[in-house]
């Protein structure tokens, strides 16, 4: 398999690929670190067509466009992604600029985030520990909220019905005038989830769920300065699927919001950004969902971050990154804790030729609990001609221990260090008229990992900076428009390797392969998603696979006019049975049908 690897690293230093990003519509980016950083890594950005095609889940969408991979137990459950051959809680989740990562367990369950509640959402495999702290290790997912400066007062209302009593609906109301601009904005998505399944239960059992997100954003314009303030509150609760006829029916509720307040400055030289937030999130997991009995956790934080940026020229600029997080934890198995963070970076940017540019960035944290590494980062865009450029990027990154891991009664460590990463990436974007391609290799050498054991003193399991993990592989991302028809394909390969036992970790597929096609005829659409997904481990042994797996979607629409709009969705058309974790079987073809308003 490594001579495989060494031909991938020598196609992706001579392929062709398109600049730093697959481009579908101009999207305006809210975060200053993705608008003026980060150029020497790729970025795939999924604007709002996109959000409006696809299903509500984030989850679901991601498995479609983009190289992540997602392992769900279940549709409407637990779904975490593995990005880059990492694990969930080294991928970052940044709302409008802000980590929202667990603090409690350190990662992010997609299953209910709704796509449909952002204007635009952008992938950025690789690290971000400069810019976003904690978990960004094998990459970012950015949820954005666009301000819209448009004078309008305008509505949309997506509504629809699917296979196993599935409802979904999503309502925006807009409205801007001269300099202030609010949006609204309220979505559902629920199902009874009693699909069919290939085992002894013959059907998804105790599987209902139900998500709301509740949005609310304004901003007001005075000549060089903006005021914001962003809010979104998600709340919801879903069974947890069984496995087995005898087993205890469970169940899960959840109440998250965050609030953020932003003031933007901007002018000749100068460009601020003060983001202060609060976020919380608290859950209740009932062992019997028959009974009243639950399990409590419970996490504020408060957040203050603040990036200042000044351009000596046209060619050369310096920034400041300025970052603290108080947060406080409490519940049934957590003993009350609190820790405080603060880290400050410094960013340089410097344009030597119109051909070649570099950035150099470092940032040191530090924390009231354990120490946190001194992280640095350095990309070089070269660009020979005019559609041709190599990327190259070089980091270290982290991830800081969660509430769990520190502080759980019944096994925590307080003595544990944060998680440390090494991370190499070369990339080569070509762009022609038509056709652009992007080819990424990346190496990935993350030691003092965190893994849960049994304590040999007592019955419980205990967190210890035990693994040390290397990952590395590549991928290809092509995007092609002919007249009226689109194209995108996808390719990732990837090693994960537990260097201590070297056996590949569970849960990460070799291969992945995505083809997806759209075609635009009159007041008719048409499109079909493919993605096949190679055979993962569920073992540390290695000793026992998931088989791969090829699932398809075809949706087809059509516009009556500005105002109305109608879709029907036929997914997993050839009806195929697969899972991604064991026992987890994913439904077969099933439907769906809706409708889509503009006013």
């Known amino acids: 398999m490594k001579k495989y690897f060494i031909l991938l690293v020598l196609a992706a230093t001579v392929a062709f690929g398109q600049s730093d990003s697959i481009h ?6 809210t975060d200053p670190f993705l608008s003026h950083h980060y150029k020497s890594q790729s970025q795939i950005k999924l604007n709002d067509s996109i959000l409006k095609k696809n299903n509500a889940s984030l989850s679901q969408l991601l498995q479609f466009e983009s190289p992540v991979y997602f392992k769900e137990n279940g549709v409407g459950m637990v779904s975490s ?61 950015h949820l954005m909220d666009q301000m819209k400066w448009d004078n309008q007062l305008s509505q949309s209302l997506d509504l629809s019905y699917g296979s196993f009593d599935s409802y979904q609906g999503n309502y925006q109301l807009h409205y801007a005038k001269d300099n202030f601009t609010s949006t609204v904005g309220y979505a559902r998505f629920q199902s009874d989830n009693d699909y069919k399944i290939n085992n002894h239960l013959k059907k998804n059992r105790n599987g209902k769920y139900y998500f709301n997100t509740i949005d609310a954003h304004a901003g007001i314009r005075l000549n060089d300065h903006q005021l914001r303030l962003y809010s979104q509150f998600n709340f919801g609760s879903r069974e947890f699927s069984l496995t087995d006829q005898f087993e205890t029916p469970t169940m899960y509720s959840n109440q998250d919001y965050r609030i953020m307040g932003l003031w933007l400055m901007k002018s ?23 009974s009243t009995t639950t399990q409590d956790l419970e996490v504020n934080n408060w957040i203050a971050k603040y990036y200042l940026n000044y351009n000596f020229s046209h060619k050369q600029s310096l920034s400041l990154i300025a970052e603290n997080t108080y947060s406080k934890g409490l519940g049934t198995n957590i003993s009350t ?16 030729s119109d051909q070649l540019h570099y950035e150099a960035s470092i940032r040191q944290d530090f924390s009231s609990v354990y120490d946190v590494p001194f992280t640095y980062a350095l990309g070089i865009n070269y660009k020979p001609v005019d559609r041709y450029q190599i990327r190259l990027n070089v980091s270290n990154n982290y991830r800081i221990p969660t509430f769990n891991d520190l502080f759980w009664e019944t096994g925590g460590n307080e003595a544990l260090k944060a998680e440390k990463a090494f991370q190499l990436e070369l990339g080569n974007d070509w762009k022609a008229k038509n056709l652009n391609i992007q080819t990424n ?25 035990h693994n040390h993990v290397k990952t ?10 002919w007249n009226q028809l ?8 990837t090693e994960s390797k537990n260097q201590l036992t070297d056996k590949t970790l569970m849960y990460v597929p070799k291969h992945q392969f995505h083809i997806n096609a759209n075609y635009q005829w009159k007041k008719w659409n048409i499109y079909m998603q493919n993605r ?68």
């Open 268 to 290: 000749n030289r100068w460009n601020s950004d003060l983001k202060l937030a609060y976020t919380h999130e608290s859950n209740q997991f009932y062992p019997n969902r028959n």
């Open 486 to 493: 689109s194209f995108r394909g996808l390719y990732s390969y």
């Open 337 to 352: 804790s609190d820790r405080n963070m603060f880290g400050l970076g410094l960013l340089y940017k410097h344009e030597l």
């Open 532 to 599: 096949w997904v190679d055979q993962v481990y569920t073992q540390t042994d290695n000793q026992k696979t998931i088989p791969s797996y090829w699932t398809s979607n075809v949706g087809l629409g059509y516009a009556f006019n500005s105002i109305f709009r109608t879709q029907f969705t036929v997914n997993n058309i050839f009806d195929h049975a697969y899972q991604s974790i064991e026992n987890r079987y994913m439904p077969g073809i099933n439907y769906q049908f809706a409708i889509n308003i503009k006013l």
């Open 24 to 29: 579908l519509q101009e999207v305006v980016l």
């Open 81 to 141: 992604p593995s990005f880059r051959g990492t694990s969930a809680s080294q991928t970052a989740v940044i709302w409008n600029g802000i980590n929202i990562n667990s603090s409690i367990n350190g990662q992010t369950d997609f299953s209910p985030i709704n796509a449909k509640s952002y204007d635009a959402i952008i992938v950025k495999p690789g690290g971000g520990s400069i810019a976003y702290g904690t978990g960004a290790i094998g990459g970012s997912i």
């Open 441 to 465: 290799i990346y190496y990935n050498d993350i030691k003092d990992m965190i893994q849960w054991i049994p304590n040999n003193q007592s019955s419980y399991w205990t967190p210890v900076n």
């Open 472 to 481: 590395y592989g590549a991928e290809i991302i092509a995007d092609y428009r």
